[in-house]
């Protein structure tokens, strides 16, 4: 049976997702410059950028993870790139290079029209304008009874959230403020969605919880 889950999502300790002013050269905001330095210290990011390199234990446990029985993905259109308003051409092709490292669909939420992108590897990105339930609706066609994983940014995460459509949420939750940006749980009851299990793991170099419904 399809579940949908956030994983591996990183908040600073003032729950903070991202900093302000996110851009190209600062793709998670100012100030956020060490908010996944647990996640960047891994053996399986490591594999993503083509390094052998990267330690093993809780934190690497919880990537791993959360890779696994994926059959898509949705993501905010900051997780996909920096660009604002319509698409002025083709040439974005999201931050992973020709090869990303999510080998399903990946659903794009847009308010702009873009034909899908095929990469390497399996991935297609798919540009939906409709909204998250279309989104989730074609990313669960897609995933024929595998997990669908929603990305950022917080903003999507929180959407998806208030609709009552997360089943599981993996936080990890990173030693650093922000102070500013976006708030994941900015405007949200989690007891009254019923979100009241948590299960924590203290990692190498972050704290991880992972919040499912009593």
Avoid at 73 to 100: A, L, S, V
């Amino acid at each position: 049976m399809t579940k949908v889950k956030v994983l591996s999502y990183t908040i600073s300790l003032d729950g903070y997702g991202a900093g302000p002013e996110q851009s190209l050269e600062k793709p998670m905001g100012l100030g956020a410059e060490h908010l996944h330095d647990w996640l960047r210290e891994t053996k399986v990011f490591g594999k993503m950028v083509g390094q052998e390199l990267g330690s093993e234990g809780f934190d690497n446990d919880f990537v791993e993870k959360g890779f696994e029985n994926l059959g898509a993905w949705i993501m905010g259109r900051n997780m996909f790139g920096p660009i604002r308003g319509d698409w002025p051409n083709g040439e974005w092709k999201g931050w992973w290079g020709p090869n990303p490292p999510y080998h399903v669909p990946v659903f794009v939420l847009t308010h702009f029209e873009r034909e899908p992108l095929t990469m390497k590897g399996g991935t297609t990105f798919y540009f939906v304008t409709q909204g998250i339930e279309a989104a989730l609706e074609q990313a669960k066609k897609a995933a024929n009874g595998r997990d669908i994983r929603i990305g950022g940014g917080a903003d999507t995460v929180r959407q998806f959230l208030k609709a009552g459509y997360i089943d599981e949420l993996h936080l990890a939750v990173s030693p650093v403020f922000l102070g500013s940006g976006e708030h994941l749980f900015a405007g949200i009851d989690m007891v009254s969605l019923g979100y009241k299990t948590v299960q924590r793991t203290e990692g190498e170099l972050a704290t991880h919880l992972v919040i499912t419904k009593g």
